[in-house]
């Protein structure tokens, strides 16, 4: 009878012990909340390119106005989530936001936008397109004069610098360093989704198209 009993006291052990482990691989690995990061994605690169195009100073004027909001909402959520997070077991935290309210994103975001205007001109001509990995690129420097030819590059320079930056900035933020990847990612399709007709893009492949 001992044996017995001491069996299933080992088999109710082995039991709970993984029960934990499964409930700690929750805890740990909370998903990237992507529908979140497309939204995040579609604010973003809504205002920086509409900043680029004095035609939209109207739209781009209400689109802050909203933005606005919406960035008190995620700032709202992001904290609450955090108290939830701390009452609830982790496993609830897949139902996460992704907030952009900090100083150094509202810094990157800015620099950006005020790029815009500059890089206009060389989307139009199709001298600078997107790429599949969120950034940008020097596509042709046909008829470009040498003057011309070295501020596309600080452009494209400059600009590559402040993409990396928010989107490891964001993850970080949001206390998951390990979301950058999948953050960069999603930046990449709303760029290319968003630009105007006529401007270049890279495909998955690796080749240049006009959208």
């Known amino acids: 009878m001992n044996s017995i009993k001491q069996y299933h006291l080992s088999s109710l ?21 992507a529908a979140a990061a497309e939204k995040v994605a579609e604010k973003i690169v809504n205002d920086v390119l509409q900043s680029g195009d004095s ?27 955090s108290i939830m997070n701390f009452i609830i077991p982790v496993a609830e935290a897949g139902q996460a936001n992704i ?8 810094s990157i ?12 001109p ?19 420097s046909k008829g470009l004069s040498i003057k011309q030819k070295s501020t596309v590059n600080k452009l494209v320079k400059a600009e590559n610098r402040d993409r990396l930056a928010l989107y490891s ?10 979301w950058r990847a999948d953050i960069q990612k999603t930046f990449a399709k709303t760029w290319i989704n968003k630009i105007s007709k006529g401007w270049m893009y890279q495909s998955n492949s690796g080749k ?3 959208k």
């Open 109 to 120: 975001r800015k620099s950006m936008e005020k790029r815009q205007a500059k890089l206009a």
């Open 122 to 140: 060389y989307y139009k001509s199709g001298a600078v397109g997107f790429t599949n990995k969120g950034l940008i690129a020097s596509v042709s």
């Open 99 to 106: 907030s952009i309210d900090s100083p150094k994103i509202r």
């Open 13 to 33: 052990m082995l039991v709970l012990l993984i029960s934990i482990s499964l409930i700690s691989c929750v805890t740990i690995n909370i998903y990237f909340p």
């Open 208 to 210: 240049w198209a006009h």
């Open 55 to 81: 035609a939209t100073e109207i739209n781009k004027k209400n689109t802050n106005e909203q933005g606005q909001l919406e960035n008190k909402k995620y700032h709202s959520s992001y904290a609450l989530l």
């Open 169 to 178: 900035e964001i993850a970080n933020a949001n206390g998951h360093p390990e």
